[in-house]
């Protein structure tokens, strides 16, 4: 039961313009979503996270949006640099005394100079 | 500040074999993780820790798999007889206290290949 889904490989995008990466939930429990970049040979890093009682956060260049309705979030970043390439993992957590992360399958995002 | 340390970075082990993983955590997380990745999926947690004891073990196959957390720091993770499918990136990750609500920290992973 892939709770997490995030539907695209992988994504290829030129220096400058905009990746968007989607992810979509069925666990309408979840109230807390973070965005992981990892790099080949490195362990995930955190790179943004959105709380269910909003549906925008930014932070420099990347932008999470969140459709609660939809049971969808969309990672934004803008402009799209070459070191953003990387395999980007949607996560969700429905609190239930502890916070327990759901990983989807990752996006592998490559962004050409 | 350190980060968490995992060792050892790669093991190749042949089936029905045993292998050990360790991890140390960065200093004051109360709350220790190992996911399990396979090639092409995403991390897949095995046992969460809160200190030294076990939060959620729902998805660790007790069969042949086993974690400790001894004194509430540094953690173990045991695989007895290991089979091809657990071929895989292991991950610890630590947290500040598991009842917040925010990110993990992940160490770099050990890669096992079980022939």
């Known amino acids: 039961d892939q709770q997490v889904k995030q539907n695209s490989p992988s994504l290829s995008v030129q220096e400058g313009r905009i990746s968007i990466l989607n992810c979509d939930y069925t666990?309408?429990?979840?109230?807390?979503f973070l965005w992981y970049k990892k790099y080949p040979a490195e362990g995930p890093t955190f790179l943004i996270s959105i709380s269910s009682i909003k549906d925008k956060n930014e932070d420099g260049r990347f932008t999470v949006f969140l459709n609660k309705s939809a049971k969808h979030l969309s990672l934004h970043i803008v402009p799209s640099q070459p070191g953003d390439s990387a395999v980007y993992f949607c996560a969700a957590s429905a609190y239930t005394g502890f916070q327990k992360l759901v990983f989807g399958t990752g996006t592998r995002l490559l962004v050409s100079p | 500040e350190a980060g968490v340390a995992q060792s050892p970075r790669y093991k190749i082990i042949e089936k029905r074999q045993s292998v050990a993983f360790w991890c140390n955590p960065i200093s004051g997380h109360a709350t220790l993780y190992w996911y399990q990745q396979i090639l092409g999926q995403g991390p897949k947690l095995l046992i969460q820790?809160?200190?030294?004891?076990?939060?959620?073990d729902s998805q660790l196959p007790k069969d042949r798999f086993s974690a400790e957390r001894l004194k509430g720091v540094d953690s173990t993770l045991k695989i007895q007889p290991a089979k091809l499918e657990d071929s895989a990136v292991y991950l610890c990750?630590?947290?500040?206290?598991?009842?917040?609500?925010?990110?993990?920290?992940f160490g770099e992973g050990s890669r096992l290949t079980v022939l």
């Open positions: 990750a630590s947290s500040l206290d598991q009842g917040a609500l925010g990110e993990l920290f």
């Open positions: 666990n309408s429990m979840f109230d807390y």
């Open positions: 820790f809160q200190n030294n004891g076990v939060v959620d």
